[in-house]
């Protein structure tokens, strides 16, 4: 299987940003267990960090055809970001939407997602343990492309 792990804004700085939140595992090291742990599960795992919106569309875009499950945190675009929402089911790959904290024990505006209603999953609040979970669920569960 092949397996897409998205990030938008400001996870760039995982590990370093406000650790009492999201802790201090950088997102370096996320992105090469997931490839390691993909790899063990026989699945390929490509990664693309972004700050910026059009980017991630445009990533999204890419992956149609090509990619059998998204795993998606969206940072701060879960909130804000229709274009996301509407590339996501434009190129109609299932995907799990992933947050490190528990947005719903944090402000009112965190606890509304443009993702959530389309999301096969959705794992908040488990730190960077979240990732090891959405990959090892997509990689077993998720169904191939027909290529
Ligand atoms: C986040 C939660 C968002 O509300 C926030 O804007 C982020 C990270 C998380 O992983 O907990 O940037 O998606």
Same mark, same amino acid.
Request: net charge neutral; glycine share 18%.
């Given at each position: 299987k092949s397996i897409l792990l998205i990030n938008g804004p400001n996870l760039n700085l995982l590990g370093t940003r406000e650790p009492h939140i %999201? !802790? #201090? $595992?950088t997102l370096v090291d996320v992105e090469n267990n997931a490839k390691e742990q993909a790899k063990s599960l026989g699945a390929s795992l490509e990664t693309f960090q972004s700050n910026h919106e059009g980017a991630i569309v445009d990533r999204v875009q890419a992956a149609r055809g090509k990619v059998d499950g998204i795993i998606i945190?969206? !940072?701060? %675009? $879960?909130? $804000? #970001?229709v274009a996301i929402r509407d590339a996501l089911l434009g190129v109609a790959i299932p995907f799990i939407e992933l947050h490190v904290s528990n947005v719903h024990a944090r402000e009112p505006f965190r606890h509304h997602s443009y993702f959530s209603d389309k999301a096969a999953a959705i794992i908040v609040g488990? !730190?960077? %343990?979240g990732y090891k979970v959405a990959v090892e669920h997509v990689a077993v569960n998720f169904k191939e492309l027909e290529k």
């Open positions: %999201y !802790g #201090s $595992t945190n969206p !940072g701060a %675009y $879960t909130h $804000t #970001s488990l !730190g960077v %343990y």
